[in-house]
């Protein structure tokens, strides 16, 4: 029995003293508030109302029950009306600062599409960890390795003038007796400057005899693009990253790097509640695909060599 509902044919046919016009009154058929009143009083073993041909009139147990029936529809409307306010409270979510405007506009507006309203926070990798730890924001999209995340973006470096080959292998920036002008640097952004990818990277670079110097972290992606834009450098990003600049993105031929994302909230909240609703909103903001299974025998980050030139 539905006993709010119950309650509230009840409280009305009292009011109007009658089954038709307190059925009216309340939003309901006349036979559904008759129904419902029958309910509750076999659920009551009591009648609350002597129906006659013109009027229902409240019995004695019906004028004791009132009262406590209108609270319980109070209690129901005023409970009703905080869950209402809860839904519509913005949802604080920690994005990176890679995610384009139009992207993030769209990721809001698709949210609210399933009533969620979100307030954004853009930050660097590290931060998007504190304010989610620190309960600043209720979930964040934070940066992990690619076996773990739910999104995956793939990693390669961009330059300014077309290549032309088909992968970039970062031992031809080696530099050599003959080489003129200064060494060319891969630049790795902040967002990318977690250890995942920083370090096979490093390592990379330590294996094929680059100088400790030609491996980067920029303070921030534009002082990083800038310097690849009026040089031979080289950007770590993805490719609509490099589309986005107008740059040239090639895959890194000596290792396979991916950025990779999984939504973490705060407190006890469940991660798996909002990627329910919100996940192919979140991929399409991120530019990723949901995580594939990786190849038997592969492992993600893991050097493929560090021999051979660039592959036309």
Excluded at 52 to 75: E, H, I, K
Excluded at 113 to 130: G, K, N, S
Excluded at 225 to 241: E, F, G, I, N
Aim: hydrophobic share 45%; proline share 7%; charged share 20%.
């Amino acid at each position: 029995m539905d006993l709010v509902g119950a309650c509230r044919a009840f409280i009305s046919v009292s009011r109007h003293g009658s089954f038709t016009v307190g059925a009216a009154a309340a939003r309901m058929s006349q036979p559904v508030a008759s129904r419902r009143v029958a309910a509750l009083e076999e659920h009551f073993g009591e009648h609350l109302f002597e129906r006659t041909s013109r009027r229902a009139v409240l019995t004695p147990f019906g004028r004791d029950m009132l009262p406590v029936a209108r609270q319980l529809v109070q209690a129901a409307d005023a409970l009703l009306h905080e869950a209402q306010t809860a839904r519509r409270k913005p949802w604080r979510l920690a994005v990176p600062g890679t995610c384009p405007t139009v992207r993030l506009a769209r990721l809001v507006a698709d949210a609210r599409e399933h009533d969620v309203t979100l307030d954004l926070r853009i930050a660097a990798p590290a931060r998007r960890t504190e304010l989610v730890h620190t309960q600043q924001v209720r979930a964040a999209l934070l940066a992990v390795p690619p076996d773990e995340a739910t999104w995956v973006l793939p990693l390669g470096v961009a330059t300014a003038d077309d290549p032309g080959v088909r992968r970039i292998y970062l031992e031809t920036l080696r530099i050599g007796r003959a080489s003129t002008g200064p060494a060319r640097r891969v630049w790795i952004q902040p967002e990318d400057d977690v250890p995942h990818v920083r370090d096979p990277l490093t390592r990379l670079r330590d294996a094929i005899g680059l100088q400790p110097a030609q491996v980067v972290a920029g303070a921030d992606l534009t002082t990083a693009a800038a310097d690849v834009l009026r040089t031979r450098d080289l950007l770590l990003c993805t490719p609509a990253q490099a589309e986005e600049l107008t740059l040239h993105w090639r895959p890194i031929g000596e290792i396979a790097l991916s950025r990779g994302y999984a939504l973490a909230t705060a407190a006890d909240g469940n991660p798996l509640h909002i990627e329910a609703r919100l996940g192919d909103a979140i991929a399409r903001c991120l530019g990723a695909s949901a995580r594939a299974p990786a190849p038997e025998g592969s492992t993600a980050g893991s050097t493929a060599g560090t021999t051979g030139g660039s592959t036309p």
